[in-house]
C-alpha cells in the first residue's frame, strides 16, 4: 500500500486571504449563564466556545452577569479611565514621532481589559502584567506624570533609566515589574498567590499572558501549580488576535479556543468579550471572587483587538489586512460603554466631548510636566553611575571597581 | 558540636533557618513527603508542616518562577532541583528574572531565594547527572554563587545564603555528601565522621558569602579549588611531597580576590583547577584576574588543569575526572617552570 507523504499544515497571516469569520464562537449578549463559584468544571468547560457579552448592539446591559454592583458612577469614571488610556497612549506615540522616546507599545482597542479588571480587583492584590497592561495604572490611580518620566527615561523615572520605555513598576500599586523576556510572570504570579496562601493572607495576584506568549512553557508550568496547589489566581490571556506579525492560532494550534486550555488543568475557564467593560468588570469579579474563597484559580481569555502595531518598532501593513478593524465584530471599547451610558440618560455627545477635553488636557499638562524633566535624548538621566545600584543589596567589590571606570 | 555528614549539615541548616523565620519555605521535586533524592530535607515537612516543605511538579521553571513570585511576596524560598544538570529549563527564570528583578525594578522587588544544586561527577551519573555548571551562573550579573566542600562549610554557608537578600545558587558536589573524596575511586572513601570538617557547631552560625577558606597552607604554590576539587587539590599536594597552598574559594561570585592575591604573591605560582569543561570555565576568570592583579609576582604561567572539553562521559569517568594524578603533574611541571 502506498502511503500519502506526510504534510504540515503551516499557518499565515490572513493578508490577502482573510477568514470568512474574524472571530469564532461570538455568543449574544446575556445569552451566557452566570455560573456558582463552585459550579464543576467539566459545566464550566460547556462554555469555552461561547462568549460572555453584557453589553448588546443597543447598548443596554442584558442578563446574568450584568455586575449590578457597578454604579452609574462607576461606568462614567470606567469610561474616564478608558479616555485617559487612549489619551495617555496617542501622546507618547507622538512623543515616539516627535523623537523624544526610544520606543513605545500602546493598548489601543484593548482599554478595558486591564481598566475594568483593576477596578475589580482589591488593594493589596498583585498584578504580573505584560507590557500592554498599562491600563491596570491609570485605572489604579498611579501619577500620569510619573509614567511619562519612566518612558522618557529622565531623571524622575523611579526605575533610573534601567528599563525600556512601557516596563513599569510598582508594588505599591500592585503592578509587578514587567519583564521583555515573555510568559516569564506568568508561573510567578502561580507564586506569589501561593505564597499569600501559604501565610493565611486575603490578597490574590492575577496573572497575564498575551495569547502568543502562551506557547512559553511557562504558561504551562503556572496552570500545572495553579491547578496543583489550588492557587488563588486569575490566569488571564489576553486574546488580541496578533502576536506581532503571526496569527493568534500559531499558539492555539488546533485547539478551538484558549479557554480549552483550561480543562486539561481542571481550572475552570471562561472566554469573555474583552471589548465589553461590564463583562469584563463582571468576569474579574467572578474570578477573584472564586480565588478569595479558596475555590482555585480561574482562567480568563479576553477576546479583543490589537489595533495598533505590536509596537513603534513594527510595521503591521505588511502582514494585516487592511479592513481588519472595520470588520472586528466586538467593536470598541470606548464607543461601546458611552452608547451604554446614554441609553441609560446618563451620558449625551456634550457630556462626552467635556471628558475629552478634561482627559486631553490633563495629559498634555502631564506630559509637559514630564518632559520638562527633560529625556534620555537630551541627557536628563540618573548618573551612570547608579547602573551599579541594586545589582545586588550591597555593592560587592568588582562593581565598586568597575563603577570607577564609569566616564573615564 | 555534632559530627554530621554534608547531607546531614545541610538538612539542619535547613532546620535552623525554618527555626528562626517562618518566612523560610523548602520545596522541589521530591523534596517534601521523602525528603529528597540525597535526603538533604528528609524531616522537615513532618516537623514544619506541608506549608513550609512540600513537593512539586516536576518544572524546573515552575519551581524556580514559583519562587520568584513567592520572593517577591515576602517569602524566602530555598529551593532544590534535583540535579544541578536539571537546572536549564529554570535558566531564563535565573537569569532574566531572579538576578535582576532588584536591578529593573529599582529595588521595587527583590529575589531572596536559594537554588540548591546537587552538581558534579564521581558517582557514575554519566552526563546528565554529573556537570559542574556553576560557570553559567558566575556570568551573570545579580547572582552570588556558592559551591561548598565540606560539612561546617555546607551549614554555614547555607543559613548565609538563606539569609542574603539576593538570589544564590548553591552547589552541592554530591561526591562529598558522606565523605572528602580525593580523586581517589579505587581506595574506601574516608566518612565524615573521621574528619575535622565533619565537626560541625550546633545551632545557629554563619559563614559570610564571599570570603574564601584556606584548606591547606603552604608556600610553593597556591592551588585555587572548589569543590570536590579541594581534597584532590590537597591528596596531590601530599603525594607529590611539593607544599601547596589549596585555597577553597567557597564563593566563586562575589569572589574573595584579596585572599587569592595574598597568597599568590607570596608562593609565585597558581594552578587552576576545576571539575567544569575547560573552555569559558570560571578558571579562565581566575587565571586572568590573577595574572591582572599579580603578574609580577609570578614565577611561571598560571596553568588550569579541568574536565575535558566533552561531555561528561559514563563508562570513562575516570579518565574524565581530573583526579589527583592530573593534578600532581600540573603541579610538578609549574613547579619545574
Excluded at chain 1, 502584567?129 to 498611579?142: F, M
Excluded at chain 1, 469579579?285 to 495598533?308: D, F, K
Excluded at chain 2, 536539571?86 to 536591578?103: G, T
Aim: aromatic share 8%.
Amino acid at each position: 500500500m502506498v502511503r500519502p507523504p506526510l504534510r504540515l499544515r503551516i499557518p499565515e497571516p490572513a493578508r490577502g486571504h482573510l477568514p470568512p469569520d474574524p472571530v469564532p464562537f461570538i455568543s449574544a449578549a446575556g445569552e451566557m449563564r452566570r455560573p456558582d463559584l463552585d459550579e464543576k468544571v467539566e459545566r464550566v468547560a460547556l462554555m469555552r466556545k461561547q462568549l460572555v457579552r453584557v453589553l448588546d448592539p443597543e447598548g443596554q446591559a442584558v442578563g446574568e452577569w450584568v455586575p449590578t454592583e457597578l454604579t452609574t458612577d462607576d461606568k462614567v469614571r470606567g469610561l474616564r479611565d478608558m479616555m485617559l488610556l487612549r489619551s495617555f497612549d496617542a501622546r507618547l506615540l507622538r512623543a515616539h514621532r516627535q523623537g523624544k522616546i526610544s520606543f513605545y507599545m500602546q493598548a489601543l482597542g484593548e482599554e478595558a481589559i486591564a481598566c475594568a479588571h483593576q477596578r475589580a480587583l482589591q488593594p493589596g492584590d498583585m498584578n504580573f502584567p505584560t507590557y500592554r497592561q498599562q491600563g491596570l495604572l491609570v485605572a489604579g490611580g498611579y501619577p500620569i506624570v510619573t509614567m511619562m518620566n519612566q518612558v522618557l527615561s529622565n531623571d524622575h523615572d523611579p526605575l533610573k533609566g534601567r528599563q525600556l520605555p512601557v516596563m513599569y513598576s510598582s508594588k505599591e500599586h500592585g503592578f509587578f515589574t514587567i519583564s521583555g523576556n515573555l510568559a516569564t510572570q506568568y508561573i510567578q504570579a502561580v507564586g506569589w498567590a501561593m505564597a499569600s496562601a501559604l501565610r493565611g493572607d486575603t490578597k490574590i495576584a492575577s496573572a497575564w499572558i498575551g495569547e502568543g506568549a502562551s506557547a512559553e512553557s511557562d504558561f504551562h508550568a503556572a496552570l500545572v501549580f495553579a491547578s496543583t496547589y489550588q492557587a488563588p489566581v486569575i490566569l488571564n490571556v489576553v486574546n488580541n488576535q496578533w502576536a506581532i506579525s503571526t496569527p493568534e492560532d500559531f499558539a492555539r494550534g488546533a485547539s478551538a479556543t484558549f479557554a480549552d486550555r483550561g480543562y486539561g488543568f481542571s481550572i475552570p475557564a471562561i472566554r469573555v468579550d474583552g471589548n465589553d467593560y461590564l463583562a469584563v468588570f463582571a468576569a474579574t469579579s467572578w474570578a477573584a471572587e472564586r480565588a478569595r474563597t479558596n475555590r482555585g484559580p480561574t482562567l480568563v481569555e479576553w477576546v479583543t483587538l490589537r489595533r495598533g502595531a505590536h509596537s513603534t518598532s513594527d510595521d503591521p501593513s505588511v502582514y494585516r489586512p487592511d479592513d481588519e478593524v472595520a470588520r472586528f465584530p466586538l467593536g470598541d471599547p470606548i464607543d461601546r460603554l458611552r452608547r451604554h451610558l446614554e441609553v441609560v440618560g446618563a451620558w449625551d455627545e456634550q457630556r462626552h466631548a467635556e471628558t475629552q477635553a478634561a482627559v486631553d488636557a490633563e495629559i498634555a499638562a502631564a506630559f509637559d510636566e514630564a518632559d520638562a524633566n527633560g529625556s534620555v535624548r537630551d541627557g536628563h538621566t540618573a548618573d551612570p553611575r547608579t547602573m551599579f545600584d541594586d545589582v545586588y543589596a550591597e555593592l560587592p567589590r568588582h562593581l565598586r571597581e568597575q563603577r570607577d571606570q564609569v566616564g573615564r | 558540636m555534632a559530627r554530621m555528614t554534608m547531607i546531614e549539615a545541610i538538612r539542619d541548616a535547613h532546620a535552623v533557618a525554618m527555626e528562626r523565620d517562618d518566612r523560610v519555605v523548602v520545596f522541589g521535586e521530591d523534596v517534601g513527603y521523602f525528603g529528597g533524592v540525597f535526603r538533604c530535607t528528609q524531616g522537615l515537612q513532618e516537623r514544619f508542616g506541608s506549608h513550609r516543605c512540600f513537593d512539586t511538579p516536576i518544572s524546573e521553571a515552575g519551581i524556580i518562577g514559583a519562587a520568584i513570585g513567592m520572593a517577591a511576596y515576602g517569602l524566602r524560598p530555598c529551593v532544590e532541583i534535583q540535579f544541578a544538570d536539571y537546572v536549564y529549563p529554570a535558566y531564563d527564570q535565573i537569569v532574566s528574572e531572579a538576578a535582576r528583578l532588584r536591578h529593573r525594578s529599582a529595588g521595587d522587588f527583590t529575589a531572596p531565594i536559594v537554588v540548591r544544586m546537587p552538581s558534579g561527577g564521581g558517582i557514575f551519573g554519566g552526563q546528565t547527572h554529573s556537570q559542574s555548571p556553576e560557570a553559567l551562573f558566575t556570568h551573570v550579573a545579580g547572582l552570588t554563587t556558592v559551591v561548598v566542600s565540606n560539612p561546617v562549610d555546607a551549614k554555614g554557608l547555607l543559613l548565609a545564603a538563606i539569609e542574603c537578600d539576593d538570589p544564590v545558587m548553591f552547589f552541592e558536589p554530591k561526591r562529598v555528601y558522606n565523605g572528602p573524596f580525593d580523586g581517589h575511586h579505587d581506595r574506601p572513601v574516608v566518612p565524615w565522621s573521621q574528619h575535622p570538617l565533619g565537626e560541625v557547631p550546633e545551632g545557629h552560625y554563619t559563614i559570610p558569602l564571599g570570603t574564601a577558606r584556606v584548606h591547606r597552607p603552604g608556600d610553593e604554590l597556591t592551588v585555587l579549588a572548589w569543590g570536590t576539587l579541594v581534597h584532590v587539590a590537597q591528596a596531590a599536594a601530599e603525594e607529590t611531597g611539593i607544599d601547596a597552598e589549596v585555597i577553597d574559594l567557597r564563593t566563586l561570585v562575589p569572589l574573595d580576590v584579596d585572599c587569592i592575591t595574598a597568597s599568590v604573591a607570596r608562593t609565585g605560582r597558581c594552578l587552576v583547577v576545576h571539575e567544569a569543561t575547560r573552555t569559558s570555565g570560571f578558571g579562565a576568570e581566575l587565571s586572568a584576574t590573577v595574572q591582572e592583579r599579580v603578574f609580577h609576582h609570578l614565577e611561571a604561567p598560571v596553568t588550569r588543569v579541568c574536565g575535558f572539553d566533552t561531555p561528561y562521559p559514563h563508562a570513562h569517568e575516570w579518565s574524565y575526572f581530573p583526579g589527583p594524578r592530573r593534578v600532581g603533574r600540573a603541579m610538578q611541571e609549574l613547579m619545574r617552570a
